[in-house]
Every structure is written in structure tokens, then in C-alpha cells.
């Protein structure tokens, strides 16, 4: 079995051959490899090729693939049932870890995807709120839900969609989307429209235009301006969350949301997602208030005991400074390699999550993002492929460690990223 004959087989039965369109390869050209096994911080392809991964399933693996811990806790409840559909002790626990790690949150409601998680959070701003306007960022991306679409990143920048067909102009039209890391343009927003703006949607580290930090000041002028005008900070801490340190981006840069979305590591693998915040908003859902959001697996055993493994395990051994370092190294690795050949390059980073932007100005934003040579990154992305290391098939996107990443791997890592880059 090849990943061509599997790829083709696939293409007849699902649009691209894909279950998410990133997954296709389309931005770097090649078929794409098709995944049979993880562990650790090896992928193997159906060819039995192995691949150093930082593409980590997109950033939920922060403990490596089948952490045994976590499979444990799977293979344990499985046992006991997949779902109830009544609540039971695990969501207690994982939202008792949630709410003791994330300093806005006070209570919390779980969902099963990120997107779950950030339209759910918009319908509560507007419900608590009163009002239409949503205000977002150019190349953040907060899942698929329609309005949030408007000038998205990940696979929407990838794929160069400037909006999509089938969201109505009257949903798009809701939407005011801003340039990152812009206070001016967010104040003259505010000043036109701001007593209908029901909330501010941002990623505090943006991850899905690859990585770009916040600038200083930047969060801290969102919470300011929306306190102003009574509109809500909603932080979309998806990838963020127990990844760029045990609180987030919220405990990194010390700035408060109303409403923080959450999902990826929270799950450590499982489809999970979760929306929470202050209790006076909170309380605005169903059935304690009349914001209404459901789901059938929502808090279901399987996922909510992952998560729980997961968290624990963080809290446990707090492995956030030895991420950051292992992640500096390679990052000072890479950079070393491409400067030895002369390839223009800016790596932004954040603890254990990175982008290699083929260009020499500093991104901080979409369009400083867009001056990367993509052409560049496609040859280096198939190159890094042949010599077995995974990371992300587009610009666009966050390379991520893991605790199962030894200093062996990035040492090894960094001879295949060299022998890779020799042949571009
Ligand atoms: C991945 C992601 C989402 C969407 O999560 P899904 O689980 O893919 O629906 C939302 N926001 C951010 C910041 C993400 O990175």
C-alpha cells in the first residue's frame, strides 16, 4: 500500500481526499503522506517511513503521540462506557483543572471542537451583550463557524480564500476585521461602531497565520477599549492553552478576557473544546440562562479523561522550561542553517510553538506574513519530507513541540532539517 494509491482511493470519496483541507498538500505541491502509527515524537506513513514530527496533529499532542498516561485513562473508561449522555465525575474534575489553571475563568462549559468553542462564545457575547457587531483579526482563524470566516488564516490563507461561498453577506457584514498587532486602526473602529460591537475575538498569540506574537501593548489596548465601551475580550487560547505556559496567554501576558476558548492540548488528542469565563457572563447559558448551546458527546468520558491525563501530567511536571529550551535549540539550529546558505528568514516563537517565515522582515502581522517567499517554504516543506521530518504543509501554520521530543531528536532533527536544506 502507497500513500499514492491510498490518496487516489480517497480523492473519490471525499472532497480532496481529506477530512480537512490542509491535510491535502495543496500549498507545497506532492502527494501528501497518508499516517498510519504515532509515538512519541515519531509518525510513520503507510510506506512504514518515519518521520521527527512537529506537526504534532496541529498542536493537541504536547505529551507525543499515545502518551502512556493518557492511554491508560482511555483504555481504563473505555471499559466503562464512551458516553453516557449524563453528566458524570470527569467533567468535574477536568473543570476543576480548567478553572485552577486559567486565571479569567470561573466556569466553563465543555464542546467537542475548537469551533464549537469560539461560535458558542460569540452567540454568548451577543446574547449577554445585547448587540451584533463582532470584531476580529486579519489572518487569526477561530474554526469554521460563518462569521468568523471574514479574512481567516490557517487553511483560508493557505488556500488564499478571501472569504467563502456560502456565508451570506448579511453574516459577513457583522464582522469588522482589523489588521493584528494595530491600535489605531481597533481605537477608530471602536470610535465608529463601538456601541454595537458585542465583542472582540482575537488569538493573543496568533498561531494560524503562522506565529506572531502579540506587539507590547496590544492585548493590554484590547482590554482596555473594550472595557470602555462594555463590549467583551474574547481570547481565543485554542492552540494557546496549557501550551505557551500552564495559564495560557492570558497567564503569559498577564491580561484578564471575559471569555476564553480552549481546545487542542485540552483534549490531548480527543475531539474536546471548551468555552469559559467570568461567572456573572457564564451564567448566561443554557440551561441556567437563556443563551442556548448542546451536545450530544459534549463532556463525554472519553475525551474529558484525556484531558484530565493530560492536564495532570502538565501541572505534575510542569514541562514548560524544559519545552522553551528544547524549542530554542531548534530554532537556533535552524536559523544557523538557513543563514550558512544564505536563505532570507524570520522564526517568531513562543515557549514551544514556532513559525520559519521565509522573508527577512519581522512579521507581526497578515500582510508582513504574506512577504514570505512561498514558493521557498513549499521546496523546503518536500525537502524536510524526504528526510523524515514533518512540519506544518503551509506557511501559515505553527510547528509544535512536545515533552516526547528529546534533546537526541532535535540534534537529529537538525541533521535532516542540514542534509534537507543542502538539497534546496
Ligand atoms: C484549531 C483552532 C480552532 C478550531 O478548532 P477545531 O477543533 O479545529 O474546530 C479555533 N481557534 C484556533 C486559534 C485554532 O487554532
Redo the contacts with the bound molecule.
Keep these: 500500500m502507497t500513500n499514492r494509491e491510498l490518496f487516489e482511493r480517497a480523492k473519490k470519496l471525499m472532497p480532496g481526499g481529506v477530512s480537512?483541507p490542509v491535510r491535502a498538500f495543496k500549498a507545497v505541491g506532492g502527494e501528501p503522506i497518508i499516517a498510519t502509527k504515532g509515538e512519541g515524537s515519531r509518525i510513520w506513513d503507510v510506506e512504514g517511513k518515519e518521520y521527527i514530527d512537529f506537526l504534532m496533529s496541529?498542536?493537541p499532542l504536547i505529551l507525543g503521540h499515545s502518551h502512556p498516561r493518557v492511554v491508560r485513562a482511555l483504555e481504563e473508561q473505555a471499559k466503562k462506557g464512551l458516553s453516557y449522555g449524563i453528566t458524570n465525575p470527569h467533567e468535574i474534575t477536568l473543570a476543576e483543572l480548567v478553572i485552577s489553571a486559567m486565571p479569567s475563568v470561573e466556569m466553563v462549559r465543555f464542546v467537542s471542537?475548537?469551533?464549537?468553542?469560539?461560535m458558542s462564545a460569540i452567540r454568548l457575547a451577543r446574547g449577554y451583550t445585547g448587540r451584533k457587531y463582532i470584531v476580529k483579526f486579519e489572518g487569526?482563524?477561530?474554526?469554521?463557524y460563518d462569521g468568523l470566516l471574514v479574512s481567516a488564516g490557517?487553511g483560508v490563507a493557505t488556500l488564499g480564500i478571501p472569504g467563502t461561498p456560502g456565508v451570506p453577506e448579511e453574516i459577513a457584514n457583522l464582522t469588522i476585521v482589523l489588521p493584528y498587532n494595530d491600535v489605531d486602526a481597533l481605537k477608530e473602529a471602536f470610535e465608529r461602531y463601538g456601541q454595537d460591537i458585542a465583542c472582540v475575538i482575537v488569538?493573543p498569540v496568533?498561531?494560524?497565520m503562522g506565529t506572531v506574537l502579540p506587539k507590547d501593548g496590544f492585548l493590554q489596548a484590547l482590554r482596555e477599549i473594550t472595557r470602555q465601551y462594555s463590549s467583551l475580550l474574547i481570547f481565543?487560547?485554542?492552540?494557546?492553552n496549557f501550551r505557551v505556559s500552564k495559564g495560557g496567554a492570558q497567564e503569559l501576558y498577564s491580561v484578564e478576557p471575559d471569555l476564553t476558548?480552549m481546545?487542542?492540548v485540552l483534549g490531548g488528542g480527543m475531539?474536546l473544546?471548551a468555552y469559559g469565563g467570568k461567572r456573572e457572563i457564564m451564567e448566561k447559558v443554557a440551561p441556567e440562562g437563556p443563551v442556548y448551546q448542546a451536545g450530544t458527546l459534549s463532556g463525554n468520558p472519553m475525551a474529558m479523561v484525556a484531558g484530565i491525563a493530560t492536564l495532570s501530567e502538565l501541572f505534575e511536571k510542569n514541562p514548560y522550561e524544559y519545552l522553551d529550551e528544547i524549542t530554542q535549540t531548534l530554532c537556533e539550529g535552524i536559523s544557523k542553517i538557513l543563514k550558512d546558505k544564505g536563505i532570507p528568514h524570520t522564526i517568531n516563537r513562543v515557549a514551544s510553538m514556532l513559525t520559519v517565515f521565509f522573508t527577512d522582515q519581522e512579521v507581526y502581522d497578515y500582510r508582513t506574513a504574506k512577504s514570505s517567499d512561498l514558493g521557498l517554504f513549499a521546496k523546503f516543506f518536500r525537502a524536510l519530507l524526504k528526510e523524515g521530518v514533518l512540519i506544518p504543509p503551509s506557511q501559515f501554520e505553527a510547528w509544535f513541540l512536545s515533552t516526547a521530543h528529546t534533546k537526541e531528536d532535535i540534534e537529529e532533527a537538525l541533521n535532516r532539517i542540514e542534509r534537507a536544506v543542502s538539497l534546496i
Excluded at 471542537?113 to 469560539?118: D, L, N, P, R, V
Design positions: 480537512s496541529w498542536g471542537s475548537g469551533t464549537e468553542a469560539t487569526c482563524y477561530h474554526g469554521h490557517s488569538e496568533a498561531g494560524n481565543d487560547e485554542v492552540i494557546t476558548c481546545g487542542k475531539p473544546g
